[in-house]
């Protein structure tokens, strides 16, 4: 075939692909519907970055106006809310295991005369591990308070003693720790989070889409005639079929990006243009990906299986919630066989960091290389698709 | 009377027939490789992969560099002690910040601690001082870890340096000035803040819930496939009821997935050290409406499923929204109302929260009475939905038989007629 005759087979295979798509609408509800009942979902649930009022209960056994206070302060803090006041540990107790609460501030008896007469009563507050965000914010804000309290009575002491505020908090508190959240200032849980979240789902639905188009073939026996009309080659039928499934995911990816960076105003230190290219590859490696599975389980259901699994699989091992560095060796080294892996690392790179794109160069380098797996699997594939009988 | 319109012909075929449907279900299960993998490979295999993947529990040992301004005892005796705690690892101790931030961008390092020149001087002359952490944000563990671990320091450094500039007249005195109020912070029920305590839990659950659906789902495209009239309901005398064919089918997907359940809810947690304070007797009584409420739910997908592969492709992105919208890792009282009514349509909104409580809190039936009620309703609901769907079902294929008797007929007739 010369170059002219291949890509006018293309184009009729591109055609025909556009065509089976209007016969299934499983193929818009994929493409389309999934990502945007994501984009909205994800966006729309974490749009205030941070949860704010998380409920506690305060146990205070002191009733005095020192813990009084000291309660009507804790509540203040944006992330706390005191939504059970109780003299009894066991009820608050309860409450968690209700799941009405996530923390409980105990305060001793005789808490305010204790204070104010250096008998050095103690503070104690409990968090639930089990809703771990819940219970990091929480830990903080409980954290801050029971120092501030001490520091409260310091101050006290210190002015009776006439020194000044300066030199009271000098003393109090030496060595202060200013802490700069490198690109994400506000620990904003949606941008740390959509971040990965959403071109997660894109690969999920990328690796199926891919697997079901292929496979379906196979299944209903039209894989020939899809050869025949790609003139018989494995490299042009399958240009032609993905080709219309990568300028749609395209499409969505630079979506997802214009709703992440454009409208959400996420940090996007390093400009468009090395995020567009990455989800550019992101969606063609995934697409690589989906080939091979197939290529390798040429029955749709075990296909699908597969794709579903992989897919799956991919929001933990890439380690953007639990950091790969902490996780098994074995792991470390299979997460590499994630695209959305390597593009998490030029996200991180990039859009966090505005690093200098010599330091991703090899990210790209591995979804390019993603690219190779289609020519790996041809040929089992087209074995596949001229001689494989689908068993039901 | 006649005899089939007897009730008590109609019980005794009813039961007859349940069974007949129950054993035809088994083997259809047992016969679709498809199906097997989602009843037991994705159940045996998926919470082991999960809880694999979060073994780790903590991350150790987050790498920080730091940049010593100062270069005194102090700040030599900082860095020793940041580096001393379990959380965090000083790789490398620089000169400049560029060069640390050399180290953050090749990935050596994830965090930065800065000792201003003036740290010791200030120090020594009773003047608070500042030290800056800088922490890259692709991880918020390492974020915590670097945050917590020089914010211990720095308490502990404060309270000796205290007691250091003004001494008094006894330890005591001394202690109560350094320390009017102290406290301490206590983490129940996942003590160490693990992160595979925390999220494999809920992935246990949901992978119940996603594998029931994409079983059922399949097992009801692949009838739709195969009937004649491409109907979920086969043409058979034994299949003549709606109540049968529903109970008949639910009692298989019932046993098959208490032998599921006891490998993921018992046996898993036993394997990876989670953290499991429940009452088993509890656990039971609570996973059983649960188990009632995916199957129904199942049931009534798998009505609308026309081929075998669809629910595979519809569902299985679900299971990332879904276990956001069960509360556990997005606090439940930050989720939008509208989400959280959407939330309530899924048994494993309920059926996590309940199960994480039970399990990992320690809750009784009495503290998750809410969920637990949610439960049953969603149980009785679907219940009642996936009944009306084969009852249509049944009703669609009796019209499809008695159309082409018709026409059959029909052409018969018109054969004669020739």
Same mark, same amino acid.
């Given at each position: 075939m010369t170059f002219e005759e291949s890509l006018h087979k293309i184009r009729t295979v591109a055609n025909r692909e556009i065509h089976r798509w209007g016969k299934s609408p499983i193929y818009f509800f994929c493409m389309l519907v999934a990502p945007t009942i994501c984009v909205i979902f994800f966006l729309s649930l974490m749009k205030d970055g941070l949860p704010t009022d998380m409920p506690i209960a305060v146990v205070d056994l002191d009733g005095s106006a020192t813990s009084r206070n000291l309660v009507r302060q804790l509540d203040a803090f944006e992330q706390t809310k005191v939504v059970v006041r109780t003299t009894s540990f066991d009820e608050a107790r309860r409450e968690m295991q209700k799941g009405n609460v996530y923390g409980v501030f105990y305060i001793p008896e005789d808490f305010g005369v204790d204070a104010a007469s250096g008998r050095?009563?103690?503070?104690?507050?409990?968090?639930?591990?089990?809703?771990?965000?819940?219970?990091?914010?929480?830990?903080?804000?409980?954290?801050?308070?029971?120092?501030?309290?001490?520091?409260?009575?310091?101050?006290?002491?210190?002015?009776?003693?006439?020194?000044?505020?300066?030199?009271?908090?000098?003393?109090?508190?030496?060595?202060?720790?200013?802490?700069?959240?490198?690109?994400?200032?506000?620990?904003?849980?949606?941008?740390?989070?959509?971040?990965?979240?959403?071109?997660?789902?894109?690969?999920?639905?990328?690796?199926?889409?891919?697997?079901?188009?292929?496979?379906?073939?196979?299944?209903?026996?039209?894989?020939?005639?899809?050869?025949?009309?790609?003139?018989?080659s494995m490299t042009v039928s399958l240009l032609g079929k993905l080709l219309p499934q990568t300028v749609v995911f395209t499409v969505v990816a630079f979506l997802y990006c214009a709703a992440l960076y454009g409208f959400n105003s996420f940090p996007l230190n390093s400009g468009w243009g090395p995020m567009l290219l990455a989800l550019f590859l992101l969606v063609i490696s995934s697409q690589a990906v989906g080939v091979f599975m197939i290529g390798l389980l040429p029955t749709l259901r075990l296909g699908l299986s597969f794709a579903s699994l992989f897919g799956m699989l991919a929001f933990s091992i890439v380690g953007f919630s639990f950091p790969v560095l902490g996780m098994d060796p074995t792991l470390q080294a299979l997460s590499d066989l994630f695209p959305l892996r390597h593009y998490f690392l030029i996200y991180v790179d990039q859009a966090l960091n505005g690093r200098d794109l010599f330091y991703s160069w090899t990210e790209y380098a591995w979804l390019t290389g993603f690219l190779i797996l289609p020519f790996l699997i041809g040929r089992n594939l087209k074995g596949a698709l001229l001689y494989f009988k689908y068993i039901p | 009377m006649k005899r089939e319109n007897r009730l008590q012909y109609i019980i005794k075929e009813g039961f007859l027939d349940t069974f007949y449907?129950?054993?035809?279900?088994?083997?259809?299960?047992?016969?679709?490789?498809?199906?097997?993998? $989602?009843?037991?490979?994705?159940?045996? !295999?998926?919470?082991?992969?999960?809880?694999?993947?979060?073994?780790?529990?903590?991350?150790?040992?987050?790498?920080?560099?730091?940049?010593?301004?100062?270069?005194? $005892?102090?700040?030599?005796?900082? =860095?020793?002690?940041?580096?001393?705690?379990?959380?965090?690892?000083?790789?490398?101790?620089?000169?400049?910040?560029?060069?640390?931030?050399?180290?953050?961008?090749?990935?050596?390092?994830?965090? !930065?601690?800065?000792?201003?020149?003036?740290?010791?001087?200030?120090?020594?002359?009773?003047?608070?001082?500042?030290?800056?952490?800088?922490?890259?944000?692709?991880?918020?563990?390492?974020?915590?870890?670097?945050?917590?671990?020089?914010?211990?320091?720095?308490?502990?450094?404060?309270?000796?340096?205290?007691?250091?500039?003004?001494?008094?007249?006894?330890?005591?005195?001394?202690?109560?000035?350094?320390?009017?109020?102290?406290?301490?912070?206590?983490?129940?029920?996942?003590?160490?803040?693990?992160?595979?305590?925390?999220?494999?839990?809920?992935?246990?659950?949901?992978?119940?819930?996603?594998?029931?659906?994409?079983? !059922?789902?399949?097992?009801?495209?692949?009838?739709?496939?195969?009937?004649?009239?491409?109907?979920?309901?086969?043409?058979?005398?034994?299949?003549?009821? =709606?109540?049968?064919?529903?109970?008949?089918?639910?009692?298989?997907?019932?046993?098959?997935?208490?032998?599921?359940? !006891?490998?993921?809810?018992?046996?898993?947690?036993?394997?990876?050290?989670?953290?499991?304070?429940?009452?088993?007797?509890?656990?039971?009584?609570?996973?059983?409406?649960?188990?009632?409420?995916?199957?129904?739910?199942?049931? =009534?997908?798998?009505? $609308?499923?026309?081929?075998?592969?669809?629910?595979?492709?519809v569902f299985v992105f679900t299971s990332v929204v879904l276990i956001f919208i069960s509360g556990v890792s997005w606090p439940k009282e930050a989720i939008p109302p509208f989400w959280k009514v959407i939330g309530y349509v899924f048994p494993s909104t309920p059926g996590i929260q309940g199960f994480i409580r039970i399990n990992t809190s320690g809750a009784t039936l009495n503290e998750v009475a809410h969920e637990y009620r949610t439960l049953w309703v969603q149980a009785g609901i679907y219940f009642i939905t996936a009944c009306m769907i084969y009852r249509f079902q049944i009703m669609r294929s009796r019209k499809l038989i008695i159309k082409q008797y018709r026409y059959m007929k029909m052409q018969r007739a018109l054969r004669k007629g020739k």
């Open positions: 050095q009563p103690r503070l104690s507050f409990y968090t639930n591990g089990t809703y771990l965000i819940a219970a990091s914010l929480l830990f903080r804000d409980m954290k801050t308070m029971s120092v501030l309290a001490g520091a409260s009575v310091g101050l006290q002491t210190g002015l009776a003693k006439g020194y000044t505020e300066d030199q009271i908090m000098a003393q109090l508190q030496p060595i202060v720790i200013d802490t700069h959240a490198l690109g994400n200032p506000w620990l904003n849980y949606s941008v740390y989070l959509n971040n990965t979240l959403l071109p997660g789902v894109l690969q999920l639905m990328i690796f199926l889409v891919t697997v079901f188009s292929i496979g379906s073939e196979i299944k209903h026996s039209t894989s020939r005639e899809w050869l025949e009309s790609g003139g018989n | 449907i129950w054993k035809d279900e088994l083997k259809n299960v047992f016969k679709d490789s498809g199906v097997v993998i $989602f009843f037991f490979l994705v159940p045996f !295999i998926y919470p082991i992969l999960y809880a694999f993947i979060y073994n780790n529990e903590v991350v150790r040992e987050a790498k920080m560099v730091v940049v010593d301004q100062s270069d005194s $005892f102090l700040s030599r005796e900082f =860095t020793r002690r940041v580096n001393a705690t379990a959380d965090v690892e000083v790789v490398a101790v620089c000169s400049d910040m560029a060069e640390a931030k050399k180290m953050l961008d090749e990935k050596k390092a994830y965090g !930065i601690l800065y000792f201003p020149s003036e740290f010791s001087k200030d120090l020594h002359k009773g003047k608070q001082t500042t030290l800056s952490l800088y922490c890259d944000m692709s991880s918020l563990l390492f974020y915590k870890a670097f945050l917590l671990a020089s914010m211990e320091v720095s308490l502990d450094m404060g309270k000796e340096l205290r007691a250091h500039n003004s001494p008094a007249s006894s330890g005591k005195m001394e202690e109560i000035m350094v320390e009017p109020i102290p406290y301490e912070s206590v983490a129940i029920f996942n003590s160490q803040n693990g992160f595979a305590s925390f999220l494999v839990p809920a992935i246990l659950i949901l992978v119940l819930q996603q594998t029931l659906v994409l079983g !059922i789902g399949m097992l009801g495209g692949t009838a739709r496939e195969k009937n004649r009239f491409h109907t979920l309901v086969p043409v058979c005398r034994h299949f003549n009821g =709606t109540l049968r064919i529903v109970f008949g089918k639910s009692l298989t997907y019932l046993l098959l997935y208490v032998v599921v359940c !006891i490998w993921v809810l018992a046996i898993v947690p036993k394997l990876f050290g989670l953290p499991q304070v429940g009452e088993s007797w509890t656990i039971m009584f609570f996973i059983l409406p649960y188990l009632f409420a995916c199957i129904f739910f199942a049931m =009534t997908l798998s009505g $609308f499923m026309r081929s075998r592969e669809a629910p595979m492709l």
